[in-house]
């Protein structure tokens, strides 16, 4: 069995534990993905079997398209709604928070397109997945560990306002590969001094791929017992 499976993956679970899930239904051990999702993430995992886990570094520097919707008003220390969660400003400065939400958020947009569109600084959050001295940045962090995260380039094609209601705003945004969404979101509430964090996040595109055809696990599951794995296996040479 080779080919590619375009996964669509729920919340609360990790990128590992779909490849861990499609090994015991498929009953084959040579499966990866080509781009870890938070556990907190949806959407598009690419998953590769057979054969096509040779080909999955492809898809590790292709664009992403993601859908976000960050909370303001309030920081995370993981930069996300797994917290915790502290109110970063008083009831007595609720006006500030108040007003970058008048006239369409005009305010957001102006700093979004200033600083958060093209080449710019980036530095990803102390929980993530990268490594420091051999060891997940995530694991120190969460010993209580001093984490130093260097910053690094990224390019942000689109940030775009697509839903307000308040104190969230619902963006779009197309970026490289590398991009930490969740710093975006959390640079941007620094740099309008009112604190932001992720609130959800799915990621919708990875290349020319898209979320609407991919599958569910346990439709996976469903479709390989009946019989019909053409159904979502994609050739290796897609």
Do not use: W
Request: proline share 3%; charged share 30%; with cysteine.
């Amino acid at each position: 069995m080779d080919g590619f499976v375009l996964v669509d993956k729920g919340k609360g679970v990790s990128s590992f534990f779909v490849v861990r899930t499609l090994r015991r239904i498929f009953g084959v051990r040579r499966v990866g993905h080509g781009g870890t999702l938070d556990p907190l993430a949806t959407g598009l995992l690419i998953v590769g079997v057979g054969k096509a886990t040779k080909s999955l570094s492809k898809f590790l520097g292709c664009d992403k398209e993601y859908k976000v919707t960050g909370y303001f008003g309030a920081v995370s220390e993981t930069y996300d709604a797994e917290g915790p969660i502290s109110e970063s400003l008083p009831a007595s400065e609720n006006k500030k928070l108040e007003a970058f939400f008048e006239d369409d958020c005009q305010k957001v947009k102006d700093v979004v397109k200033e600083k958060f569109v093209g080449e710019i600084l980036q530095t990803p959050p102390k929980f993530s997945a990268l490594k420091i001295g051999g060891k997940r940045a995530y694991d120190l962090a969460r010993k209580g560990l001093e984490v130093k995260m260097e910053p690094r380039k990224i390019f942000v094609q689109e940030f775009k306002v697509m839903k307000i209601e308040f104190p969230k705003i619902s963006f779009r945004i197309k970026c490289g590969s590398g991009t930490y969404i969740r710093s975006l979101i959390h640079d941007l509430g620094q740099v309008l001094g009112v604190g932001a964090y992720t609130e959800k996040l799915r990621r919708t595109k990875v290349g020319d791929l898209d979320v609407e055809k991919a599958f569910k696990i346990e439709d996976v599951e469903r479709l390989f017992k009946e019989g019909k794995p053409e159904v979502f296996l994609k050739a290796v040479d897609r």
